[in-house]
């Protein structure tokens, strides 16, 4: 859809390409991809059956599942947050759903995709509960973390993509 409606109109795409806010983007693709990093340290805690910290909050290094899932959730909620500034910001330039081709293009391919954010953000706050809930921590509660993980890390490869094709392909 994105591709055709662009070759179709491609003065469309370049003006309104333009009203782009290319800096916040990438920053805030940053915080996604850096959110997967975060995610797999979580997943090597939980792979040790680890699901709480060893040490103080401020050991890092002896931080578990929980802890590194719970600021991969924090950064994916960053992104989420940044993505609906970025569109109040577009709406106010005329940019809308409905305004034009380039707008539903936009909208519908970049907010299919922070709706799977948030369905993994809601993932990544069951596993936490479950790993709190659990009595011992094993492996039904690893492997559901792993999974979890595969997703995470899925849709930010989607979003590299989407990022490149939407932001950089003019």
């Known amino acids: 859809m994105y591709f055709t409606l662009r070759a179709t109109q491609p003065e469309l795409w370049t003006e309104e390409a333009a009203k782009l806010n290319i800096p916040?983007?990438?920053?805030?693709t940053t915080v996604l991809v850096l959110s997967s990093v975060t995610c797999q340290?979580?997943?090597?805690?939980?792979e040790r059956l680890q699901p709480r910290r060893t040490g103080s909050i401020l050991q890092v290094g002896k931080w578990g599942m929980i802890?590194?899932?719970?600021?991969?959730?924090?950064?994916?909620?960053?992104?989420?947050?940044?993505?609906t500034f970025e569109y109040a910001e577009l709406?106010?330039?005329?940019?809308?759903?409905?305004?034009?081709?380039?707008?539903?293009?936009?909208?519908?391919?970049?907010?299919?995709?922070?709706?799977h954010v948030t369905?993994?953000?809601?993932?990544?706050?069951?596993?936490i509960g479950r790993a709190y809930l659990a009595k011992r921590f094993g492996h039904f509660e690893a492997t559901s973390?792993?999974?979890?993980?595969?997703?995470?890390?899925?849709?930010?490869?989607i979003w590299i993509a989407l990022f490149i094709i939407v932001y950089f392909l003019r």
């Open 24 to 28: 916040l983007a990438l920053a805030n």
């Open 119 to 127: 369905g993994g953000l809601i993932a990544f706050l069951i596993i």
């Open 41 to 46: 340290f979580g997943v090597f805690a939980a």
């Open 91 to 115: 709406v106010s330039h005329g940019i809308t759903i409905a305004a034009n081709a380039y707008g539903s293009a936009f909208y519908i391919t970049t907010g299919f995709h922070a709706i």
């Open 67 to 83: 802890e590194w899932f719970i600021l991969t959730f924090f950064m994916g909620a960053v992104f989420v947050s940044v993505q």
């Open 145 to 157: 973390a792993i999974v979890v993980s595969y997703y995470w890390h899925f849709v930010d490869v």
